[in-house]
């Protein structure tokens, strides 16, 4: 990062097999937390702008809608490891003046998660050099409801 120098750091690394993440929690937690607490350290030194990292819906249990009042309740520990992340990420911002955003998606995306994700499908479509859709003329909404 010394010689990228970077203004916002965007932190979607994660291991993305929640079922693995039963079997194996040390792997999942070791990677995934000392993975973030490495980013958001690094972050802070080069005192970049904006860190953003993607939470999980899961963080939140098998409830069909969030809202921003809701608690966290993880049912395993790709979840509960998501929620470490956030309050860490939470530390950073308030002891440290870490500027940070999280947002809470739907959609994983890595090793391990479906090849028809609409972040695989943007992606291809991005580093072929070929047109991204906009469907619904960015009007839509997505509600559990």
């Given at each position: ?15 993305v097999d ?42 939140f249990g ?84």
């Amino acid at each position: 990062m010394k010689s990228f120098k970077p203004d916002v750091v965007v932190h979607l690394a994660w291991l993305v097999d929640w079922r693995d993440s039963n079997q194996h929690p040390y792997k999942h937690f070791y990677t995934d937390l000392v993975g973030t607490l490495n980013v958001l350290h690094v972050s802070m030194l080069h005192k970049v702008k904006r860190f953003i990292f993607m939470n999980s819906s899961q963080s939140f249990g098998s409830i069909c809608a969030v809202f921003e009042e809701d608690t966290f309740k993880p049912e395993n520990v790709y979840a509960h490891a998501k929620v470490c992340a956030v309050h860490m990420i939470e530390q950073y911002m308030q002891y440290k003046s870490l500027p940070a955003t999280i947002f809470t998606s739907w959609e994983v995306f890595g090793e391990g998660a479906p090849e028809q994700t609409i972040v695989r499908r943007l992606v291809r479509l991005a580093l072929k050099d070929e047109p991204i859709p906009l469907f619904c003329e960015g009007k839509q909404i997505f509600d559990l409801k």
